[in-house]
């Protein structure tokens, strides 16, 4: 399973975007994966964002976000997205999309198997 992660930039406090994640790879179009985004702040480890599952009818977020980002995906894409509004500075961080091969809803963080490379994700106040 290959992630592609993109769509961070520079943003000002309050703002809004929207990040992707392309999943591909023969695996992944054979079973079901659960998918999600992590961030990882300078100095600080990696944390849990959002996860949701194969079929998009579930979903589970960090308190941090929740109320703000919103994860969403479209199967016949491949892709993975995370619409994040009133961005804040704290939200500051490389952002990393994750998959894990599971057929179940999310109820907590998920335990990725796979990783994306980052994107920068900067917000200035």
């Known amino acids: 399973v290959q992630l592609q992660a993109f769509g961070g930039g520079l943003v000002q406090a309050g703002g809004s975007l929207r990040l992707s994640c392309a999943a591909s790879?023969?695996?992944?179009?054979?079973?079901?994966?659960?998918m999600g985004w992590f961030r990882q702040a300078p100095g600080k480890e990696r944390e849990f964002v959002t996860a949701?599952?194969?079929?998009?009818?579930?979903?589970y977020y960090a308190d941090s976000v929740k109320g703000r980002f919103t994860v969403s995906r479209d199967n016949a894409k491949n892709t993975v997205y995370l619409q994040m509004n009133n961005l804040k500075p704290e939200d500051t961080a490389v952002y990393y999309c994750?998959?894990?091969?599971?057929?179940?809803?999310?109820?907590?963080?998920?335990?990725?198997?796979?990783w994306g490379q980052g994107t920068q994700v900067t917000v200035s106040s």
């Open positions: 994750a998959a894990r091969r599971s057929g179940a809803a999310v109820s907590g963080p998920l335990m990725a198997e796979f």
């Open positions: 790879g023969r695996t992944f179009s054979n079973f079901l994966y659960a």
């Open positions: 949701i599952n194969w079929s998009g009818g579930s979903t």
